[in-house]
């Protein structure tokens, strides 16, 4: 009996342990946080007003610390500069400052505006702050273009998108089939539908990932679109194409930080197309032209849709008739801004008009 009784309260003792066991267990998984994956939210319900449900990622003006070379330093203040190694007749190593090249896209034109493309080095003098700098390197043939198409998405474009994405295709089929092409759609939010690619199946596609709404944060999308313009080092020449109907109403830069974020001494070349039909102020206007203009680009106001289509095609035939040249400033102590003027001379020394950046901060970088 006495045996029977102590196998009995043993039995019941292990039944009673397990128990417990599996309840802690079960508290554990009801109170701490999941060890899995995290999950990922739903995704968004078709909109049949407009369109699928975002998928692309938004774009962001911070550029990566891994782009920036490790053997660069900044130099005297504003600067761009590089630090370097040489061994001097001794054998002795010295390290030597080399100020970087500014670079500059030119366009020229004749009196009757027509380009102007077989010009040599000495028919251009290129000015700092109206002092003259060596030319240290000049092409003039067509080179691959980093290009980013950057296109209003907000809820008056809607119906203006079929023509200005068939605009934007021809532009591409114009271009240098080398050229790497990025499509980025924002209204209050820039998002990057299309990374570099020269397939153009891909950048179709992409330019039909409409879903037009919201409001425009133009310059947001600019400065975002310019700092992955920078992220590709395989292409020296960069150029955004603007494409909007209206005036920004929703960024966190300034235009000011927009035109300054833009001439770091290597900048990108802005061309805009400004939709006029409807919501476009003098304002929008002055604000697209500023941007332009101040990187050696042009601003196109179109009266009708039908006019986009000639000025892509003009934009694609003015970046590969363009003259490239750079120099390196002989001020290297120089701080903020610098401007820049470039004069070229034609057959029998006659003045030709020449557009180009307007200025640069040396040693500026987006943040």
Not at 175 to 198: I, K, R
Request: aromatic share 6%; charged share 20%.
């Amino acid at each position: 009996m006495h045996f029977g009784t102590t196998r009995f309260l043993r039995s019941g003792f292990r039944t009673t342990a397990f128990v417990v066991i599996l309840c802690a267990i079960a508290y554990a998984q009801i109170t701490s946080p999941a060890q899995s994956s995290p999950s990922t939210p739903p995704p968004a319900a078709w909109d049949p007003d407009y369109g699928p449900p975002r998928t692309a990622v938004p774009l962001s003006v911070e550029e990566p610390s891994s782009q920036q070379p490790t053997n660069q330093q900044s130099g005297a203040p504003g600067q761009e500069s590089s630090i370097t190694a040489d061994k001097d007749d001794s054998g002795r190593f010295v390290f030597k400052k080399q100020v970087q090249e500014v670079v500059l896209h030119a366009t020229v034109v004749d009196e009757a505006g027509h380009l102007v493309t077989g010009l040599d080095r000495g028919d251009f003098s290129i000015y700092v702050n109206n002092v003259l700098e060596p030319i240290t390197s000049f092409r003039r043939e067509d080179v691959p273009v980093a290009l980013g198409i950057v296109i209003d998405n907000s809820g008056s474009m809607r119906d203006k998108r079929q023509k200005v994405n068939q605009a934007v295709l021809n532009l591409i089929r114009a271009s240098n089939p080398q050229d790497e092409v990025f499509v980025v759609n924002f209204s209050q939010t820039p998002y990057l539908d299309q990374d570099f690619t020269s397939d153009v199946n891909l950048l179709q596609t992409a330019l039909h990932q409409v879903s037009s709404r919201g409001s425009t944060a133009l310059y947001d999308a600019v400065v975002a679109s310019a700092v992955h313009l920078r992220n590709n080092p395989r292409l020296a020449k960069k150029v955004l194409l603007v494409i909007t109907d209206g005036q920004d109403n929703m960024s966190q830069e300034t235009l000011q930080d927009a035109i300054r974020k833009l001439q770091p001494g290597k900048g990108e070349m802005v061309y805009a197309i400004g939709l006029t039909d409807q919501g476009m102020t003098q304002t929008g206007r002055d604000a697209l032209q500023n941007l332009a203009s101040s990187t050696g680009g042009v601003a196109f106001f179109p009266q009708s849709l039908d006019e986009v289509n000639d000025i892509t095609r003009a934009v694609a035939h003015d970046i590969r008739s363009q003259y490239t040249l750079a120099f390196k400033p002989g001020n290297v102590a120089a701080k903020g801004y610098q401007a820049i003027r470039v004069e070229a001379r034609g057959p029998a020394r006659t003045r030709l008009a020449v557009r180009t950046r307007t200025g640069y901060y040396p040693g500026e970088k987006i943040r």
